[in-house]
């Protein structure tokens, strides 16, 4: 119960780190909490909110895989260093295609139920 308890410390911690350091991960949480406020003002259904929750998850997810990868090449060299740019631009580009499939799946979502309040 000690390991999962230290377990859990350590994720919130990394958590707190990506949030303070990364201003990224910030307006991924911005975007994700105005999702959830026009999904409750649409009253989506549970399916679609598994969806974006999903989809949520993995944006944030990523930006935290992402956060790590840098730190790790950072610490590694502080120098510029074409391999360690390939690394840091393919974490990068990792998020970039989560957000914008989760934006796809947004608007797949939302569009239809506002343009039947129009």
């Not at 989560?98 to 139920?113: E, H």
């Amino acid at each position: 119960m000690r390991r999962l308890i230290a377990s859990i410390q350590y994720a919130v911690q990394g958590l707190r780190t990506v949030f303070t350091q990364e201003a990224n991960f910030r307006i991924h949480l911005i975007i994700m909490l105005l999702v959830i406020a026009l999904g409750l003002m649409l009253s989506l259904s549970a399916v679609e909110w598994t969806i974006i929750t999903l989809s949520a998850g993995l944006v944030i997810s990523m930006e935290c895989i992402n956060s790590a990868l840098e730190y790790l090449a950072d610490f590694v060299s502080s120098d510029i260093h074409p391999q360690i740019k390939k690394v840091k631009d393919a974490a990068a580009a990792a998020v970039l295609v989560t957000a914008i499939s989760a934006a796809a799946v947004g608007l797949f979502i939302f569009i239809p139920k506002i343009s039947n309040l129009l």
